[in-house]
C-alpha cells in the first residue's frame, strides 16, 4: 500500500505525524518504507534520529539523485539498525522492518516532473510495494512537483492496480482549514491535478483523508477558574467544525487528530512507548498514532460513502 503525506501549509506535523505513523506500523509488525520526497528539506533522518542521514545522506544517493538518474541505486538506511535511539534498535522480533530512503543533503525541488523522473519515480514505488507491506512518502508542503509526481506515477498502468491513499495534514485554525480544503479541492489542487494526470476525481477523492495535527484541548483552565474562556474555546472548536464541514474537510473525510504534545513542541521525533511509561509524553499522543496507524490499514475507514 501507497501512502503521500503531504499538507498545503508547512510546519503542519506532516513529516512527524508520517515518522510516527511509521513507527507504530513497524511495531504492530509490518515492514514499513519511509521514502523522503520533500527534497528541499529533508527531515526523516533526523526524526529517526540517524546522525549520517540527519540531513539528507551525503553520498550523493538520496531520492532527488536517484530521481535525476544519477544514481541507480537508492540509497536505504535500516531505522533499526542505524538509529541513535537505543530503544528503536531493540524494537523485537514481532516488529516489523523500517527502511529510510533518505532525501540528498543540499537536495532542491525539482523544476518539472517530467517523464524521465515519473519513469523512475514509479519504478522506485513499484519496487517498494512489492517488497513492503506499507510505503509512506513525504511529499512536502504545497501544490509541489513532489505531489505532481506521486500523482502522475500513480495513475501510469503499473501502478495503478495498487492502494494508494493520500493524506492531508493541517493544524486545526481557520487558515489551516481552507488552505488544506484548497489543496484538495481548489483550483491545481490534488483533485484537479489529479484529474489531468489521468486518476478518475471521484476515486481518488475517495483515497483521501485529513489529518488534524497538534489539536489543542478545549478545557486550558476549569471552566470554574475561568468561564468565560472556557465557553470561548468551545465556541471557537464548534466553529471549526463548521468551517470544516462546509469546505469538505467533515467527520466523514478525517482519517483523525492528534493532540498537543509537549514532547513534540520541544524537539521532532518518534514517541516509543517508553517515553510513554517513562511520563515524558502522553499517553494520548500514543494512542493518537496507534489509532492513526490502524485506521490507515483499515478497509472500512476507506470505504466509499
Ligand atoms: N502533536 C503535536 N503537538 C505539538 N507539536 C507537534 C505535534 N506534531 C508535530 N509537532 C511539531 O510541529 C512542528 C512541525 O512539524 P513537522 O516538521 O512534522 O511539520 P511539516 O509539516 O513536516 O513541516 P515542513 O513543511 O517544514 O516539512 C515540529 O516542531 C513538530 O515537532
Ligand atoms: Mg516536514
Not at 60 to 88: F, I, K, P, Q, W
Not at 226 to 251: D, H, I, K, M, T
Amino acid at each position: 500500500m501507497l501512502i503521500f503525506s503531504t499538507s498545503d501549509k508547512g510546519g503542519t506535523g506532516r513529516s512527524v505525524t508520517s515518522c510516527n505513523l511509521a513507527y507504530r506500523l513497524c511495531v504492530s509488525g509490518r515492514n514499513v518504507a519511509y521514502v523522503d520526497f520533500d527534497f528541499g528539506s529533508p527531515t526523516a533522518g533526523a526524526l529517526f534520529e540517524i546522525s549520517e542521514v540527519e540531513r539528507g545522506t551525503p553520498r550523493g544517493d538520496g531520492m532527488h539523485s536517484y530521481l535525476l538518474g544519477e544514481t541507480g541505486v537508492a540509497a536505504r538506511v535500516d531505522v533499526r539498525a542505524d538509529s541513535d535511539r537505543h530503544a528503536l534498535r531493540r524494537l523485537g522480533p514481532r516488529a516489523g522492518k523500517l527502511v529510510l530512503l533518505p532525501g540528498d543533503e543540499g537536495g532542491a525541488e525539482f523544476l518539472t516532473a517530467d517523464d524521465a523522473v515519473v519513469t523512475r519515480c514509479a519504478a522506485l514505488l513499484l519496487a517498494l510495494e512489492q517488497e513492503f507491506k506499507v510505503v509512506i512518502v513525504d511529499l512536502s508542503a504545497g501544490r509541489s512537483v513532489a505531489l505532481e509526481l506521486a500523482l502522475k506515477a500513480t495513475a501510469l498502468p503499473q501502478l495503478r492496480s495498487f492502494t494508494a491513499r493520500w493524506l492531508i495534514f493541517h493544524r486545526w485554525t481557520r487558515q489551516h482549514i481552507l488552505a488544506a480544503s484548497g489543496l484538495v479541492h481548489g483550483p491545481h489542487g490534488l483533485v484537479q491535478a489529479g484529474k489531468e494526470c489521468g486518476h478518475d476525481p471521484a476515486e481518488l477523492l475517495e483515497s483521501v483523508r485529513f489529518v488534524r495535527t497538534a489539536v489543542p484541548s478545549t478545557t486550558l483552565h476549569s471552566s470554574v477558574e475561568r468561564p468565560a474562556q472556557a465557553a470561548w474555546l468551545l465556541e471557537q472548536n464548534a466553529a471549526l467544525r463548521r468551517l470544516a464541514s462546509v469546505n469538505q474537510l467533515g467527520a466523514s473525510t478525517l482519517l483523525g487528530e492528534t493532540p498537543v504534545e509537549p514532547m513534540l513542541q520541544w524537539r521532532e521525533q518518534v514517541i516509543l512507548d517508553m517515553d510513554v511509561s517513562a511520563k515524558i509524553a502522553n499517553e494520548e499522543t500514543a494512542a493518537a498514532y496507534t489509532d492513526l496507524a490502524r485506521k490507515l490499514l483499515d478497509n472500512a475507514t476507506w470505504e466509499r460513502f
